[in-house]
């Protein structure tokens, strides 16, 4: 096995490892049962998001079904959106708290 192989393994492993501690420590530290259940929520959602707009997209451009370019427009779509999307989170999670976003 070379190194990039290895790199390929174990980069996934580490990143989702990693994303499943957060994601138990923001749920952890919610204030009230409504932040809680928006968090699970979020939590689910950009999931999904994530698999399909990242790996989805790059599965099918391997194996014919679209194009590479295509694949790559989606992973800068899911980027793009990505910011967005968490002010937006972040702005309700404050009101859910009760505090000022």
């Keep these: 096995m070379d190194i990039g192989s290895i790199g390929a ?3 996934p492993m580490v ?3 990693v994303a499943a501690i957060v994601a138990y420590r923001d749920i952890k530290g919610s204030k009230t049962p409504a932040e809680r259940r928006f968090k699970i929520k979020s939590i689910i959602c950009m999931g999904i998001a994530a698999i399909l707009l990242t790996v989805l997209p790059f599965v099918l451009s391997r194996i014919g079904i679209i194009q590479e370019w295509l694949a790559w427009m989606a992973f800068a ?16 999670r ?3 708290r009760g505090e000022k976003a």
């Design 77 to 92: 779509l899911f980027f793009i959106l990505l910011v967005p999307t968490e002010l937006w989170a972040k702005k309700r």
């Design 94 to 96: 404050a009101t859910l």
């Design 9 to 11: 393994i174990i980069g």
């Design 15 to 17: 990143g989702l490892s």
